[in-house]
């Protein structure tokens, strides 16, 4: 199994890598960039001074990450005997419903700018569609996938803990719409999400293998791999494309899902530690400003913060990636606790 | 007497004359917000107070109060919600007095309802009290007397007026009486009239036998109408003075 789905993965690797750049010279010639026309308008002195000079940076390249992502998985389903269940089509539903609200900020932000004059949804309505959407996959794993326990690492055998429905659709609700917002708020320097999202999901897939969970989640997970990384040749510094909100949240949304499907849902924040951070890094700015009138960071989240104080944008990402393999390794060991000798 | 006097400019200078980051800062008028956003002096501080939450703002949006123009600064504080309200500035005024001669905060003097219910209220209320406290509670019969007679008006005094909103009404304070020119001085902070926010405003005495809105003021509203017309005698506006502030200060 593991060797089919190691394929999978190369196979969609290559698809992504021959689309790559025809897609890219696509993004370039609508011009599906930030609106930002020139340094000047950039408001933010930090902003100008470290990330003045990507303006003109296409922005939405996720959009490339899910084609690939359906197709290949797609594929595998129509000519093997792979039968759709709800496993899959909940992870189905997670990457299309965040990818196209994710899509449409983008699109906000880029090719509808001049109409709407506003940088993407606001916060607000963002946040209430996260939420239903959320609601929506939450009930579909608890119903129709029968994820209806949670398992809690202790030696020597572990505790199993059935959830109340209720409760099981609100803690994955807020794992979902946390772990989108969370990859989204970390999609701030090149190649730092997606490079981190690879790590992260190459200790998901140890998990996946270890405990045996059925072929749909590491299948999805296969694919999502392989399409990523080209992606992240294209992405890392110096970017020359983003994979925008449409790649975030649908990401962030589908690690999310993908750890509460590996029954690792207790693990998922010790793996993406590092997101887990970043996100309430900003949430810490964000109070502290209205409600102390301070900024404890020059500017956050976490990583704007190192970059504001001299560290190199190339420092920052590496650093990072290498923190999140140290807490990837911290959560494996969480997750196998009481599971696998 | 004369302390008292002293005290009420000195406290409503502080209020024309506020000092952020070296430069003279224009306090903006801020319609008095809620206690529950407690952690903003929400159009009700002191003068302390609005001067650190000032600086705080100033100093977490990278600006330099010096690098700015008077427009640019008054513009900031408006929109970031530092400011003073009528009742804001007259009850600060009176809060810094009372804890002056007093050692007590205008709190433990000023109450919203009659009675028992009136103590039982300060006492459970008492978190943010200057938020809790509008104009019409300060100038209302539990808490003030009018001033009947012109000839006895003192520094400090009140003048209560209406406003577009009749529940809520504006109020005003006596910064200086000068005798020999037949002018009364009052401080308060406003929107509807031509100057915004704290500021002094000028009345001619013409004739003392007569209440105050009958006499010359000097300010008019944004419209241009005078003001004197919302300190009319007839609908029980007018002079008054905190029950407090008796003959003995």
């Not at chain 1, 326990?149 to 199993?160: N, T």
């Not at chain 1, 045996?212 to 296969?222: Q, R």
């Not at chain 2, 002096?41 to 990278?62: P, W």
């Not at chain 2, 400090?156 to 406003?163: L, Q, T, V, Y």
Request: charge should be positive; proline fraction near 3%; glycine fraction near 8%.
């Amino acid at each position: 199994m593991l060797f089919k789905f190691l394929m999978i993965s190369i196979l969609s690797m290559a698809f992504t890598t021959v689309l790559m750049v025809p897609f890219l010279n696509f993004m370039y010639s609508l011009g599906i960039k930030r609106a930002w026309e020139g340094k000047k308008n950039i408001k933010n002195s930090f902003f100008r001074k470290f990330h003045g000079w990507k303006v003109g940076t296409p922005t939405g390249g996720g959009a490339l990450v899910l084609l690939s992502i359906f197709i290949f998985s797609g594929l595998y389903y129509i000519l093997t005997s792979f039968s759709i269940n709800w496993t899959t089509a909940t992870l189905f539903i997670t990457l299309l419903l965040f990818g196209l609200l994710g899509m449409y900020d983008d699109l906000i932000k880029t090719l509808l700018y001049k109409r709407t004059k506003f940088w993407g949804l606001r916060m607000k309505h963002k946040l209430i569609l996260q939420l239903v959407i959320g609601f929506v996959i939450s009930y579909l794993l608890y119903y129709k996938a029968g994820i209806t326990s949670v398992y809690l690492p202790w030696y020597p055998d572990g505790i199993r803990l059935m959830l109340a429905p209720s409760v099981a659709i609100i803690i994955y609700t807020l794992t979902i719409v946390g772990s989108a917002n969370a990859f989204n708020i970390t999609d701030g320097l090149d190649g730092l999400m997606t490079g981190m999202f690879l790590i992260s999901s190459l200790f998901l897939w140890i998990i996946i293998g270890t405990l045996k969970i059925p072929g749909d989640v590491e299948l999805v997970l296969a694919v999502t791999v392989g399409a990523l990384i080209p992606f992240l040749y294209f992405n890392i510094y110096p970017a020359r494309v983003w994979i925008g909100d449409t790649g975030s949240m649908s990401l962030g949304s589908l690690m999310a899902v993908l750890f509460i499907m590996s029954d690792s849902l207790f693990a998922f924040p010790f793996v993406a530690l590092v997101f887990v951070i970043i996100a309430f890094s900003s949430i810490f700015q964000m109070f502290t400003k209205k409600f102390l009138l301070k900024k404890y960071m020059k500017i956050a989240p976490i990583h704007f913060h190192f970059q504001a104080m001299g560290w190199d944008e190339t420092k920052v990402v590496m650093r990072f990636w290498l923190f999140s393999v140290v807490t990837g390794l911290t959560g494996l060991a969480i997750a196998l606790i009481g599971r696998a000798n | 007497m004369k302390k008292f006097e002293e005290l009420v400019k000195q406290e409503i200078d502080k209020y024309l004359n506020l000092n952020v980051g070296g430069v003279y800062c224009k306090v903006p008028y801020i319609f008095g917000s809620s206690w529950m956003e407690f952690w903003r002096t929400g159009g009700k501080g002191s003068v302390e107070q609005i001067k650190v939450e000032a600086e705080k703002l100033f100093t977490l949006y990278d600006l330099v109060p010096a690098e700015m123009t008077e427009f640019e600064r008054y513009k900031f504080l408006r929109d970031k919600r530092v400011g003073i309200d009528c009742s804001g500035l007259v009850y600060n005024v009176y809060d810094q007095i009372t804890k002056e001669l007093f050692n007590k905060p205008l709190s433990s003097y000023v109450v919203r309802f009659a009675g028992l219910i009136g103590q039982i209220d300060k006492l459970v209320f008492s978190f943010k009290r200057s938020r809790r406290i509008a104009s019409y509670h300060l100038t209302s019969d539990l808490n003030s007397f009018p001033v009947e007679n012109l000839k006895d008006i003192r520094i400090g005094d009140m003048i209560k007026m209406k406003s577009s909103d009749p529940e809520i009404g504006h109020v005003a304070i006596i910064y200086n009486i000068d005798i020999s020119q037949d002018e009364i001085i009052y401080a308060h902070s406003s929107f509807k009239t031509k100057t915004v926010g704290p500021h002094l405003g000028k009345i001619r005495v013409t004739n003392y036998d007569l209440p105050i809105d009958k006499q010359d003021w000097e300010e008019v509203s944004a419209k241009g109408d005078s003001i004197s017309t919302n300190a009319s005698s007839e609908e029980g506006l007018g002079l008054r003075r905190l029950k407090i502030f008796t003959e003995t200060i």
